[in-house]
């Protein structure tokens, strides 16, 4: 009887735990929307990091760098839409 009860209360969730798991979902959804698109676009070229030095400006080019940055924006996107759906914990069910 008593472990029916500590299960209920572990299952009691602030309003803090719902808002940090909402954020974290929203956070790791706009970084991976950002690293699919962004290293494919015009304005990738033009920053500070490419004149740091001459070896960080061939690779910061180079399509096979693009092409791992945007398949860590996909798991980005992998786990912010797992998120989602564990936001049903919440829901009291």
Not at 26 to 32: A, K
Not at 54 to 74: C, H, K, N, Q, Y
């Amino acid at each position: 009887m008593n472990s029916v009860h500590e299960r209920e209360a572990a299952k009691h969730y602030r309003w803090y735990h719902k808002f940090s798991a909402l954020l974290f979902a929203v956070l790791c959804f706009e970084l991976g929307a950002f690293l699919v698109m962004f290293p494919w676009l015009d304005n990738w070229g033009s920053n500070y990091i490419r004149s740091i030095h001459p070896w960080i400006d061939s690779m910061w080019m180079r399509p096979e760098f693009r092409g791992a940055l945007t398949g860590l924006g996909v798991v980005n996107l992998y786990i912010a839409l797992g998120e989602i759906f564990r936001l049903r914990r919440f829901s009291g069910e």
